[in-house]
């Protein structure tokens, strides 16, 4: 009797174990530990679900990120990738959310009790990444003013991310989605 106890006590945990490492799986990215998306939009929700709360969504790009990893190898740009996320988390608020995408995207939410400048925002990710040398761009997208659901928040941030790209700038700031007027076949185009 003894025994067999002993047997399913150690079963229990390795099953306890087991359940607390998917519930991790679920909720971050493997390779950097950062929220995947679904945690992400998670705690986005939240976090706006807050009476007086702004909060500043970041879309952030590592330029040239894949000739990064033909040049020197997928270990050294999962390397960069690692430490950038390193480098978001820890030269951010503490309140702050950091989201891997996949690949070389990255969000970051910073929730405050007013809105932050967008200049200033950009300065301090490219601080916090100058030891990398690698250059960004950035689309960034404001809770209330362009949109008040974390998903739609997320698109204007895609968008200005996508103008900044083509428009070759450090960073473009969203139009609020009600101000949006190209149709949705349109937007995807771009």
């Known amino acids: 009797y003894n025994l067999s106890s002993l047997h399913a006590a150690r079963y229990i945990e390795a099953i ?7 519930t991790t799986l679920a909720q971050k990215d493997p390779l950097t530990g950062n929220l995947n998306r679904q945690a992400f939009l998670e705690n986005m929700n939240k976090t706006l679900e807050k009476l ?14 894949s000739s990064i990893n033909l040049k020197y190898g997928q270990q050294h740009g999962d390397d960069i990738l690692k430490r950038t ?12 959310s950091v989201c891997r995408l996949g690949g070389d995207d990255f969000f970051l939410f910073l929730p405050a009790c007013e809105l932050s400048d967008s200049k200033s925002i950009f300065s301090n990710i490219q601080d916090s990444l100058a030891p990398l040398d690698v250059s960004i761009n950035i689309g960034i997208s404001r809770h209330p003013e362009d949109a008040s659901e974390a998903e739609l928040l997320i698109h204007c941030a895609e968008i200005a991310l996508l103008e900044a790209t083509e428009l070759k700038l450090d960073y473009c700031e969203s139009v609020p989605y009600t101000n949006l007027k190209l149709p949705t076949s349109e937007l995807l185009r771009k």
């Open 16 to 22: 306890n174990k087991n359940n607390e490492l998917l």
């Open 52 to 65: 007086g709360t702004y909060g500043t969504l970041v879309r952030i790009n590592l330029l040239n990120f």
């Open 85 to 96: 996320s390193l480098a978001l988390t820890q030269h951010s608020p503490a309140n702050a």
